[in-house]
């Protein structure tokens, strides 16, 4: 598609910001407003628009598709995200370990403790650990809590931490590199430890590698849209 405008900027709108070309307000790919709740995100959805050529490359919108996603999906049905969450949560991969015997349980032990420690003291829940691979169902009330916490947040927040949970296949992450201080290169580093003790153990191969980074890319870039929405 050719370039047909001008320039990109922002202006407030009913509810947040909104990315203006050439002066009006541009809507999501599914033709609703798109209004943003921070300036800090509309600021870079414009800089998106702006750094165009004279062709408009769609792969370059990292954050439209995003806020696209959170106002055209989240935002019409929250309810079914959260339940999808919840679904993330039911079956985290942090809470399923090696056999104690094994040389990986012990690095999952010290990778993924602080983890879910942590969400458990900030939520006040306990989640059980099960080593293999047969599901046992987390405890009911720890769900409840989870659930609850999950109801209170908007539909940016809750389309960042699906994206988060996602890529990660664990609720625990996502949930943790949602807070302020969040190492997120460590959480990454948590979510993607089988993969990476599988790959050296058995060898890499270059196209595993190149997948590997480009789904750590995509976490950062979530957790970065993630903040500037919440700015």
Known sequence: MKRFYREATVGEAAGGWQVMLDGR???TQGGRPQVVPSRDLAEELAAEWAAQGEEIDPKSFRLRDQTDYAIDHVASDPSETIDKLVGFAETDTLCYRADPEDALFKRQQEEWEPVIGALESRHAIRLHRISGIM????PE???AVLRRHLETLDPFTLAGLFTLASLAASLCIALEAAEPDADVE???AAASLEEEWQADLWGRDAQAEERRARRAQD???AVEWLRLARA
């Open 135 to 138: 599901h046992r169902a987390q």
């Open 186 to 188: 460590k959480l990454w």
């Open 141 to 143: 009330a720890s769900m």
């Open 219 to 221: 976490f950062l870039a």
């Open 25 to 27: 307000g541009i809507k």
